[in-house]
C-alpha cells in the first residue's frame, strides 16, 4: 500500500515485473524441481545434475523460488516448505502442478495480453472464446484443476448433507465431477446427473467409475443454458459457473434449473465471491479480471448479486457459508 | 510463506495468476486512468466517460487496482494513492508510467516466457539478445527509465561528493546520463563523458544541453570493454551496468577503468544488490529473473562478489551504502 513518508516507486516497479513469478513457477513446475529437492537434492548443483539443468540458471531459479515462498534457503541449500512439499512435490498425493496448465492455457491469458481493449469493450466476446459451445479449454479444465476439486470436495459435500439427505443431484457444468461424486459417495442411493460438453463428460465419467459413486452417475451432454434438465433434483451444483456469466444469463439459468428441482431443494453456488466492497479479499477480488479477460459479462460477483439472483428466480432465500478459504452460498428453492 | 497448520494452495493460485497484475497495471497505464481520477472523475461510469471506456470494464479494472494497492475505494468511489498520484498522474512532475514501456518491451520479457530452457542453458544466448552492440533497447531505456533515475540522482550525487571534490567523471554506459550530470551540477568545473552507443548518447546530450552541466559533458561512442577510455578520472560512474555481465567480464572492465582512474578515485556502483543470501529484499533478489531471461551472465550479484571483482581489479576498498530502499556500493582506486 501506500507509504505516508515519502513516496515510494516500488510498487509499481514490483508489479510490473510480477509476470516474473508466474513463469518462474511455471518453469519450476515444468522442470519438476520441487520433486528433485523432496527427494534430497538440495543444493543448485545436485538439482541442476538430477535435471539436466545449468548451475547457475537452477540457482538464480530456486533463489527466486525461495524469495517468492516456495522454498526455504539456508547457506546454499533449498528444501521445500510444508505447502511445497503438499503441493508442488510429484510423488504428494495432493499434487496441484497440473493446476498451471489450466491457468496458462491460452484460452485463460490471450485476452489479458490487452488489458486496455478489454477494459473499453466491457468484456472478452472474440469468437471462438472460453464460452463458445464445446471449447476444448473445458477438458483441459476437467483434467487440470481435479486436483484442487479434490482438495475441496469433501467439505462441499458435508455441506450439501448438512441440512438434510440428498437423493438425486444436478451438477451443472460439472467438468471433472467430483463434486457431485463426493456428494454421491455419502449415500448408497444417490444419483447423480453430470451435464456438460460431451468431451468433457468423459473426464466425469472416469472419475465416477473410480469412485464409490461408480453406477449412480449418468450424464447430460450439451448446454446447460438449452438442453433437457430432467426433474425431481433436491440438490443442484453451480461450481465455478454462475461466475463466467452476467446476472441476467444466471437468473435465466437458474429459472431453468428451478423448474427442474423439488420443493425444498438446495442449490450450492461455489466460485470465487469477493466481500460487497469488490476488492477484498484479493485472490477472489482479481478474479473479476479474469472474467473480463475471458467472457464477455463473467465477473466475481459478490455475495449480494447472487442472493438477488436467486430470488429474482424464485428461491426462496440464500446463505453464504465458508468453507476453509472458499466461499459457497446455499439457496432454498 | 508456509503456513503452520493445514496446507493452503493460495500462494501456488495467486503466483500463476501474477502475470495478471502486470498486465492490469499496464492496461491502467495505457488508458491513463490514474490522471482521469486525479482530475476528478471518481467512479467508474465518469473514469469511463473520460476514457472512451466500458463500465464495467473500468469498475473492474479499478477494484483490482484497489485489490493491488494503487488506489483507495469508498463507496462505488475511487482515489489515488499518495504513491499514485505522486508517480502515475501524468500531471505529476514524477510521474513513472514511461517505465512500463522498457520493463514490459520484448526485449526484456521474451527470455523468461520460457524459464525453464533459460534454466536449463544457463542465460539468454540467442543472437540479437540485449547485449548486443548497439541493440535500441538502449534507447528504450534512456528514454523510459529517466523519471525513475531523476528521482534517486540527488542523492547518488550526493554521495559522489561526500568523500571530496569530483573534477572529471567517466560515466560508464551512462543511458539518460542523469547521474553524471547530476554529480557535475553540484559543481562549476566538473567535466562528465558520458560512454554509450551513439544512439543513446543522444539522449544523454539532450539531457546535458538542459541541465547546468551544459557545455561540460562530451561523449564517447562505443562499448565499454572495447573504446579508448581517455584518462585522469577521479569518479566513475558503474548504474545498473555490471549487473549485466558475469564476475569475468566485470573484472576486465574494472581493470580498463582502474586505468583510466587517478590514484584516490572512487568508482559508484548502483544496482540490484541483494543481501549475502540472495534471496531478499525481493525486488534485489528477483532481478537475478530477469538477467537470466536477457544475458548470458548477468546477475544480481551481491556485495561480497562486487568486493571480489573490485579487488581483483586492483581496487584498495570497497563500502556498501544505503541511499533510501536502493544500494550503491563505493569503491576506491
Chains 1, 2 share one sequence.
Not at 538439482?47 to 523460488?65: F, Q, V
Request: proline share 5%; with cysteine.
Amino acid at each position: 500500500m501506500s507509504t505516508a513518508a515519502r513516496p515510494n516507486p516500488g510498487l509499481i516497479f514490483d508489479t510490473l515485473n510480477a509476470y516474473q513469478r508466474t513463469e518462474a513457477l511455471r518453469g519450476a513446475i515444468e522442470l519438476d524441481v520441487f520433486t528433485a529437492i523432496g527427494e534430497g537434492a538440495r543444493t543448485a548443483e545436485a538439482i541442476g545434475l538430477r535435471r539436466g539443468t545449468s548451475e547457475r540458471g537452477t540457482r538464480i531459479l530456486c533463489d527466486c523460488l525461495t524469495t517468492m515462498g516456495f522454498l526455504e534457503k539456508t547457506g546454499g541449500e533449498y528444501r521445500l516448505t510444508p505447502d511445497s512439499a503438499a503441493f508442488l512435490d510429484r510423488r504428494s498425493p495432493t499434487y496441484l502442478g497440473t493446476v498451471a496448465r489450466f491457468i496458462g492455457t491460452s484460452a485463460m491469458t490471450e485476452g489479458l495480453r490487452d488489458v486496455a481493449e478489454r477494459v473499453r469493450a466491457g468484456g472478452y466476446s472474440t469468437e471462438g472464446g472460453t464460452l463458445t459451445p464445446g471449447h476444448p479449454v473445458w477438458v483441459e479444465f476437467a483434467r487440470s484443476m481435479a486436483p484442487l476439486a479434490r482438495l475441496s470436495a469433501g467439505a462441499v459435500a458435508e455441506l450439501a448433507w448438512r441440512d438434510g439427505a440428498v437423493t438425486k443431484v444436478l451438477d451443472v457444468a460439472c467438468g471433472h465431477g467430483l463434486y457431485g461424486i463426493a456428494v454421491a459417495e455419502r449415500g448408497e442411493n444417490v444419483e447423480v446427473a453430470g451435464l456438460d460438453w460431451a468431451p468433457v463428460l468423459e473426464v466425469a465419467e472416469e472419475n465416477a467409475r473410480a469412485s464409490k459413486a461408480a453406477g449412480r452417475y449418468r450424464t447430460i451432454a450439451g448446454s446447460a443454458f438449452e438442453v433437457e434438465l430432467g426433474a425431481g433434483y433436491d440438490l443442484a451444483l453451480l461450481t465455478n459457473f454462475l461466475q463466467l456469466h452476467g446476472p441476467a444469463d444466471c437468473e435465466r439459468l437458474l429459472r431453468r434449473i428451478h423448474a427442474a428441482m423439488l420443493p425444498g431443494g438446495r442449490v450450492l453456488t461455489l466460485g470465487f465471491i469477493p466481500d460487497e466492497t469488490r476488492v477484498h479479499p484479493p485472490t477472489q477480488a482479481m478474479f473479476a479480471l479474469m472474467m473480463l479477460g475471458s467472457t464477455p459479462e463473467g465477473d466475481a460477483h459478490p455475495y449480494s448479486a447472487y442472493e438477488s439472483m436467486f430470488a429474482n428466480a424464485g428461491f426462496t432465500r440464500s446463505e453464504m457459508v465458508e468453507i476453509g478459504p472458499s466461499r459457497t452460498i446455499v439457496s432454498w428453492r
